[in-house]
């Protein structure tokens, strides 16, 4: 409970110690959620607790997780997933009101916001726990803590692990927020991009700072093989000059059965989704595919932290 | 519990046996919500489940329906009536993955959406039962499951009625549901409706092939004093060629005292509604006007489905 | 519990000793409030009720306001905060109809329109109780009801205060449904706006009529002094010939740290919110404002408001 009563702003609030006490819990609440879901039994750690869902930018799958997640701690929902559209407050108010207004209503407030800072904004206002759900191009914490408690959910640690991160890794905010946690576990990255779309030098330079080991390529079918955690994520046409360019690459980042045969048998498969088509639907069924379970996860950690914001032993 | 884990996609899914089962439990599910609005006492049948509403075309009534039949089982909703608009994943994620998605999240989905066969693309995806609240022309289910509980509860008995469908009979999804659960119990029908706008033949076809007989006219003054169900449906402006062709049978399919005069003293009047003038404001006080009833039993029959999926005896 | 089983629509169906036993009946609810917060423990007050919220209109905050109140009361919510863009009966079903339909699923509906007297028009249609969350220029008697509230919460009384109202009285809602209230209560009132904005001549006439002392200045500076309640409310450009004519009040109507060394020591500070910059932020932090506070007396007038029309004993 290191986070009771603050905001969930950046994974950079996060040690190694922070992460392993964090994925128990996570661990726990997936109990609840099996017997809710089997046993039909409510949890009530959250009881007389609510929750606001403030999404200046649709996310259906992040608010949709938010919520139920406190509903399935037995809380309750108060939700806009319109903000820019259906708030007559936008365009005068500042986000510092709207954060001390809907915080005399609410018990802790989800936000996703296009604009880089505008959930600090607004959490400087409120007068109860703010998590970030995403901000523009900036951080979304909730995504890559459930990324890495997939990873140490699967595969028993986190450590040492040989980790591939393959696509637009110079634009991608999942493998930079991904990045900033892995580096407190001495990983090993591969990353996989084509030569425009590299990985920030900033970010490596940090990782090795922290005494990772980072190896660079662009050809995924060799590198593969080397994953324990493939973890791929969307290239977008319109970072390429033409089709010409995007189609060199887009093609050999498509994960299907025959790379799937070459990578190792108990390599995990991340995405953040929505896929568009970076992974055949034939690897739906390869039991090494993890990115549906991602979802169930998802619930879970933000499941574990409202009980840590709320200070409510589990 | 015929449904348990299933989707309900289809009226065709229900035969003669499992409609008078269900009854049985929808009658059961008045109870319940009569318990709470007068006693005020929340039943816990579905206590833990979480329902996500789907609506990818605006429909308040039928989601507020399904909405209202969770909470008055005691489970509780996740919600995006504005799907087209505010789902970031709508362009590039197929209907296959977001049903994987969402089914990590809910324990049940309730879906509408403007294109047919839609809703099953969806469900093919999802881990959880799939319920269709309306795929454009195509089925709408609960909605005929509703009017035929309707007919039953007021009627006593379904079999051997005279069932009156009144309106644009050609292009309206309710009348041709209503006719594929109808079929089963041996009724007889009278189509009354402009000749542009008849009952399509393969209808006519399949209920005579279940032994009913079927009428046809286009005169309603005449027909009603037969009719054990007057089914009321909008007839719709832009389906004529221009207004006086228009004019001919709008005002002739205006149901009003006159016409109730003449009707049976036991008949009950149906509209699915929204209704636009085909229902005079005079009938509403009649004790035959049964369509904001429908309303009600709307609710307690998406109640008993859940319970059915969800394999919850009552 | 004068108000069981009907419609809330107008301040004018609150007299004097009503209002005195309504804010006895708020006051219980905050302790309602503490106990969730603090306690985490619900309340079951409204257990087994569903309040539908039709926003017409967007505003979220006091849907927000209300929602938050029926789950705290143990109560639930179906709501659409969008009605004109995404209600397919929008068009052609009346208010009536809507009223009809919407009743037959929930146990209260909170309602807010664009246009004077809507909700009155659903209200003639609806089975239960219709808040009215605010039509156009018409009604909003829950703010009216919240703002009383904390004067009274505040200064132990409402009879006899000096009560300030500053800004646009001509065109604004929120001081005409004050007055409504207030002149029950023998209070003095200084008006203080710009010519053209005075406060309509009937409302002053009607003061006058029920005993209350009135009196008008363009000056905030030479008035404030006097004022036990500060009742700030937003001034808009458009209301204004030019930029020139809007800055010469504008300004003068910012209430800031040097216009509240000149205000009395127990004066309080309200706003209906959201501000633009007719309240410095440093005023913020000065304990004589009042107007987020407003925002938790919201939600428990609201709260109020459900256990009265529901006939429920607090």
Not at 44 to 50: F, H, N, R, T, V
Not at 137 to 156: M, R, S, V
Not at 293 to 306: D, P
Request: proline share 3%.
């Amino acid at each position: 409970m290191k986070f009771k009563d603050q905001h969930i702003l950046s994974t950079n609030q996060f040690d190694k110690n922070d992460l392993l006490a964090f994925f128990e819990v996570v661990k726990k609440m997936e109990k609840v959620v099996e017997e809710a879901v089997v046993g039909g039994k409510q949890a009530k750690l959250c009881e007389g607790k609510i929750l606001a869902t403030l999404f200046y930018e649709p996310s259906t799958r992040t608010r949709f997780s938010f919520e139920t997640a406190m509903l399935r701690l037995g809380g309750r929902v108060i939700s806009n997933f319109d903000m820019l559209k259906t708030s007559s407050a936008v365009k005068s108010e500042t986000l510092y009101d709207t954060g001390k207004v809907i915080s005399q209503m609410a018990d802790v407030i989800a936000m996703r916001h296009p604009e880089v800072g505008s959930v600090e904004k607004l959490a400087k206002g409120s007068d109860v726990p703010v998590i970030n759900a995403g901000d523009g191009i900036g951080e979304h914490p909730t995504q890559a803590l459930l990324d890495l408690y997939t990873i140490w959910k699967n595969k028993g640690t986190v450590s040492g692990l040989t980790i591939g991160m393959i696509g637009d890794l110079k634009n991608g905010r999942v493998p930079h927020s991904q990045c900033s946690l892995l580096k407190h576990f001495g990983c090993k990255f591969i990353f996989v991009s084509p030569e425009g779309l590299k990985m920030p030098e900033e970010i490596v330079t940090e990782l090795k700072a922290y005494g990772c080991e980072v190896s660079e390529t662009e050809d995924l079918a060799e590198a593969i093989d080397d994953m324990d955690v493939i973890g791929m994520t969307r290239i977008q046409r319109e970072r390429f000059a033409n089709d010409e360019e995007y189609g060199k690459y887009a093609g050999s980042y498509v994960l299907d059965a025959e790379l799937m045969a070459v990578a190792k048998t108990d390599a995990i498969v991340l995405h953040p989704l929505p896929r568009v088509d970076e992974i055949s639907d034939e690897v739906d069924s390869d039991p090494r595919a993890k990115y549906f379970e991602q979802v169930q996860n998802g619930v879970c950690v933000r499941m574990a932290l409202f009980c840590d914001v709320f200070g409510i032993a589990v």
